[in-house]
């Protein structure tokens, strides 16, 4: 072996128990009773911590303020703080994605520390007709579908081909997916305009207030609610592979709960941690602006009880990165203050802190949520679980340290909306594919060992 983690409890999917795990080039090789004697090149004594899957963030949105490689450098290394060892990233454009994507690998295999995919945004008649072709040769299987730029992707993007966007198009895209592959996800940001911006146009008349809460209520919990419905129902119909993203409204959860049918088969659902931890109340104010909203505590606790109970099934940052030079480019009021914000890293502390600690969630459903059920919504069949055979991906976790979180936690932007937070439950020792690169906070790996993660059909 070239690496023993000895003496840790280990999270599997369905227990927790001591075990020792062997890694033998970049793979798990072997899972031993504890002192079972096995040798090894490097021993980890990880007595007293607890072993987790690597984390997979399923949700980024690196080079959308910045360039892209200085995103890859800083938020890939405050990521691997966290415990994640894998990303999958958003990325939109108006070009053909055949002229873009090598391009995007190349700057995230020269400057991310860990590994790495991409999911594209279908915003042409071109990137729909072309997706296939992206999936066999890119090997990208998952594609973001953006309710909110209905009836306006020509006027932000300045393309001649552009998608409605609208239900119509959901569908069919749905349905295109499912007759090429199971594999095929529409990544499905629900949100009814034609509600919202009735809202929001309602509220603007008023006068504005610059808070966080007077911006919830621009796009209002059921505008998320009634899209939701839609979007399920129309996979259903289909027998389709949808992954919602970012759910935010408790009225959401609730209507989750009331049909169950509807998720049977095909369907992922995910939340985000400022969803869960903030509130439209929160000290942050409208440094927290962002799509859809941060709405009541109310909410949060209903997401809280979908993890719990299986609703929500995954976790993703949004992870937005920008300083606040950027973020205050349109002016600091509630309408010109930029939406999203730097977030990496924090999946797996809140998921311990709030959820294990204060709520009693298990571990077991900790590991499933930040990763076990990331890998096989997204398509990762070696990442995302400790058995043999899968890459050595680990989050070494101290269940009991607890960080306040600051920018210099991370040190990849001037600002955080978690500022003075304590969370209690970070990993000691971040390992991708059997090498150690953060131990203590610390990274300790250079950037450019990521690997491009290519997805097959």
């Not at 290394?77 to 939109?92: D, E, H, L, M, P």
């Not at 729909?128 to 909110?148: C, H, I, L, P």
């Not at 509130?279 to 209903?302: M, R, Y």
């Amino acid at each position: 072996m070239d690496l023993l983690i000895k003496g840790a409890k280990v999270v599997f999917a369905d227990r927790v128990t001591l075990a020792d795990i062997g890694v033998k080039e970049g793979k798990i090789a072997g899972i031993f009773a504890p002192n079972s004697g096995v040798q090894a090149a490097q021993i980890l004594n990880a007595t007293g911590l607890t072993v987790f899957p690597g984390v997979i963030d399923p949700h980024m949105h690196l080079g959308i303020y910045n360039d892209m490689s200085t995103d890859f450098t800083a938020d890939t290394k405050a990521a691997a703080i966290g415990g994640i060892t894998s990303i999958v990233n958003y990325y939109r454009g108006k070009e053909s994605y055949k002229e873009s994507v090598p391009n995007l690998i190349e700057v995230g295999e020269k400057h991310s520390l860990i590994d790495f995919g991409f999911s594209l945004g279908l915003l042409t008649k071109q990137h729909v007709t072309e997706a296939a072709e992206y999936a066999r040769d890119f090997g990208v299987t998952s594609y973001k579908f953006y309710r909110n730029y209905q009836d306006d992707v020509k006027r932000i993007f300045g393309v001649e081909d552009p998608l409605t966007l609208d239900s119509a198009d959901m569908m069919f895209i749905l349905r295109d997916f499912a007759k090429k592959s199971s594999r095929l996800s529409l990544c499905v940001h629900c949100e009814d305009m034609d509600l919202q911006r009735k809202v929001a146009a309602e509220v603007k008349s008023e006068n504005a207030q610059d808070s966080l809460a007077y911006f919830a209520r621009t796009s209002p919990d059921y505008a998320e609610t009634v899209s939701v419905m839609q979007a399920l129902y129309l996979n259903r119909l289909v027998d389709g592979n949808m992954y919602i993203v970012h759910m935010s409204a408790g009225s959401s959860v609730d209507f989750l709960a009331t049909a169950p049918e509807l998720k049977e088969k095909g369907v992922t659902v995910e939340t985000c941690p400022h969803y869960l931890v903030l509130t439209e109340n929160s000290p942050a104010n409208l440094l927290a602006k962002v799509n859809p909203p941060i709405h009541t505590a109310q909410d949060s606790g209903k997401l809280w009880e979908g993890i719990r109970t299986g609703l929500i099934t995954t976790l993703g940052s949004d992870n937005c990165p920008s300083n606040l030079d950027k973020k205050y480019s349109k002016g600091k009021d509630v309408w010109g203050t930029m939406p999203g914000f730097p977030g990496a890293g924090l999946i797996l502390p809140v998921l311990i802190s709030e959820g294990y600690h204060k709520r009693g969630i298990p571990l077991e459903t900790v590991a499933k949520v930040s990763s076990q059920n990331t890998a096989q919504a997204l398509n990762l069949p070696q990442k995302g679980g400790i058995r043999v055979g899968a890459d050595a991906d680990f989050a070494i976790v101290d269940l009991e340290w607890e960080r306040e979180v600051t920018p210099e936690v991370f040190g990849s932007c001037d600002y955080t909306v978690y500022q003075g937070m304590k969370f209690k439950g970070w990993p000691r020792y971040t390992i991708s594919r059997g090498a150690v690169i953060a131990q203590d906070g610390k990274i300790t790996a250079e950037s450019g060992r990521g690997r491009y993660l290519k997805r097959s059909l």
